[in-house]
């Protein structure tokens, strides 16, 4: 029966993908997907990335319509930088609860208290707050763009744990939003020691999401984007991973010869996963939930995006 089962399963999947090649055709449409997401997805992809590379692929592209497997705030910024094109997500329900973390209303009281001070927000964040920013950044250029802006001090929002990593590698004075990746900050070091002592060989890899204790006992320490790149060219042949999960398909695609083990059962976005093969085929037949952001506010957003990409890129 579970044979049976897998075998219609392929089946359907072969059919979905004959499908969205099709609707990409027709619509003239690409894929992006983050490195979170389903294997399913990321199988389907145009482009897989971390959102930097995915900021700056919906930023160049000639296609009409853009279809952003990933998360809300991901789909908003791919609609910011191109406003011309008609931006879907598989599944609007596909949040970021560290974006929700940080309201304009807090911040503008935060900018108030320290009128000197910029304002660098990490691009998980919403469309609004965004427009209250002076500079976007990644977790791939987070210590570049901190240390790029001429000011003393720097209102850092919205994840305290990566806000601690780049306090590390600075001098600037940082002053810390309290919010976090729900996903990132449930490994504890003691999940780390455990895997350590079950794989004495392998290096730790870890994204700085994570807690500073987690941070301070990995080997390696980068975005998802680096992670991936530093376990392709390290002469190491295994690896404790502490980022999502979805990144284990890039990571085994590249490096099929060496050996990833998850540093928690817990590594899992349940915002990234909403989406599937299924969705996707069907928000482009359906051309909806399509991604909208006020013109106002994608015009105040745009250009701390645009920083981001003009400074990171320099």
């Known amino acids: 029966m579970e044979a049976l089962a897998l ?15 099709q609707l990409k055709k027709e619509k003239n449409a690409i894929i992006l997907a ?19 590379l995915l900021a700056q692929k919906a930023a160049q592209t000639d296609a009409d319509v853009i279809v952003f497997c990933g998360v809300h705030f ?6 910011i930088l191109a406003p011309d094109k008609t931006v879907l997500i598989p599944d609007e329900r596909a949040g970021c609860p560290m974006a929700d973390m940080v309201n304009v209303d807090g911040l503008r009281k935060l900018k108030a208290q320290h009128p000197d001070a910029t304002v660098v927000t990490y691009i998980n964040s919403s469309a609004d707050v965004k427009a209250e920013t002076d500079i976007v950044c ?20 919205p994840d305290k744990n990566l806000g601690h990593y780049v306090s590390q590698h600075t001098d600037k004075e940082m002053i ?31 994204h700085p999401e994570c807690r500073p204790e987690v941070v301070a006992a990995a080997d390696y320490v980068g975005s998802t984007t680096a992670i991936i790149k ?19 398909y890039q990571l085994r695609k590249d490096s099929p010869h060496k050996t990833f083990h998850f540093a928690s059962k817990y590594l899992v976005c349940p915002n990234m996963k909403v ?11 359906r051309m909806e939930p399509e991604i909208y952001v006020p013109p106002a506010v994608a015009d105040k957003a745009r250009r701390s995006l645009e920083r981001m990409l003009e400074v990171a890129t320099a």
């Open 230 to 248: 530093y376990c392709k060219e390290s002469p190491s042949t295994e690896f404790i991973v502490g980022t999502e999960d979805g990144t284990g």
């Open 138 to 157: 990644t977790s791939s250029n987070a210590i570049k763009i901190v240390n790029s802006v001429t000011t003393r001090k720097v209102i850092w929002v």
């Open 275 to 285: 989406n599937n093969l299924k969705k996707l085929v069907r928000c482009l037949e």
């Open 7 to 21: 075998e219609h399963r392929a089946a359907q999947n072969r059919e979905l993908k004959e499908r969205l090649l």
């Open 34 to 52: 983050h490195y979170y997401q389903r294997d399913e997805i990321q199988e389907v992809a145009d482009f897989r990335g971390d959102s930097f």
């Open 74 to 79: 991901m789909g908003e910024s791919a609609k």
């Open 176 to 206: 810390i939003w309290e919010g976090y990746c729900n996903t990132h900050d449930m490994l504890t070091i003691k999940d780390i020691e455990e895997m350590k002592a079950a794989h004495p060989n392998a290096e730790v890899v870890v």
